[in-house]
């Protein structure tokens, strides 16, 4: 095993234990491990019922503290439906009912609007905005869809995006000969090789993380590249078989393979049909898209 397969698999079994030590996980842009939300939330009583009913929903935040998590609860709230389109939020109401401060909601107000599930406007205040008006390309969206109400329509939006998006990157990356981006992206197949040998999970999803993006980032378009997350925040929530990232085994992995040596070939034609392959091992995805041609 080389040495970035040991030091991958060692920090994944940390993380899930909760083990691990400082800076070991940062070496790596994986979003963290869904957990469970941690902000106190006291039973509403009284008006605007709705705002209480906050499940404790398995999906990370990406900030930290109080600030990341409410936004993470406030976030799941709106797209899950709870608060409906044009519902007032108002800020005092909502730390008193969190027990935050008013900075803390103020700070948190601003995320959401900016991924576009609010407004605020002078005398008018904080308001949910429309589905039409939210970052849907967003990270934390594509989380919070995929946990919630929307989670069937999610995960096949994401499936048919992922296949408009990764064989035309591996296409693309087959032109840009760098050996040192050929032996990372080997290096994933082989920690996701000895992952899957010693069934871990949590070790083979990150090693396919850092495939699937990296091999976008290489690509050389970066418009391509900006939508790297969104691959990344596709193989974090797939909670059902949608694609061959979806679950260790050997024809994922063998596909994964593939793409490596037509990569390393200059081959762009083989490393697109391999990407289309991986992206329809399981029969589900045929309902989303056509068959793999071979050129």
């Excluded at 008013?102 to 407004?119: D, N, Q």
């Excluded at 290096?187 to 091999?215: K, P």
Aim: aromatic residues 4%.
């Amino acid at each position: 095993m080389s040495t970035l397969a040991h030091t991958m698999m060692t920090a994944a079994r940390s993380a899930d234990s909760g083990l691990a030590s400082p800076g070991e996980l940062d070496r790596y842009p994986y979003a963290e491990a869904p957990a469970v939300d941690r902000v106190g939330i006291p039973a509403w009583d009284g008006g605007d019922p709705e705002l209480g009913r906050v499940g404790r929903r398995a999906a990370g935040s990406r900030g930290r503290g109080l600030h990341g998590q409410l936004v993470q609860q406030l976030g799941q709230m709106i797209v899950s439906g709870d608060l409906g389109a044009d519902r007032p939020l108002v800020p005092e109401e909502i730390g008193q009912r969190f027990e935050v401060s008013r900075t803390v909601v103020r700070e948190s107000l601003r995320v959401l609007e900016a991924k576009g599930l609010v407004s605020a406007r002078p005398n008018v205040g904080t308001r949910v905005r429309p589905v039409s008006d939210w970052n849907l390309l967003d990270p934390d969206i594509i989380e919070w869809r995929a946990f919630g109400p929307q989670r069937d329509d999610q995960r096949r939006e994401l499936s048919e995006l992922r296949w408009t998006i990764e064989p035309l990157a591996a296409r693309l990356a087959a032109g840009h000969g760098r050996e040192d981006v050929q032996q990372r992206l080997a290096d994933m197949v082989e920690i996701m090789g000895h992952a899957m040998a010693q069934g871990d999970a949590l070790t083979f999803s990150r090693a396919d993380s850092e495939f699937h993006s990296l091999l976008i980032q290489v690509a050389g378009n970066r418009m391509l590249e900006h939508l790297s997350g969104i691959v990344s925040a596709a193989l974090q929530v797939s909670g059902s078989p949608v694609t061959g990232c979806d679950r260790p085994n050997e024809t994922s992995l063998g596909y994964h393979g593939r793409i490596c040596d037509a990569l390393a070939a200059g081959d762009g034609t083989a490393a697109e049909v391999a990407m289309r392959q991986l992206l329809t091992v399981h029969p589900e995805v045929e309902r989303v898209v056509p068959a793999p041609r071979e050129h």
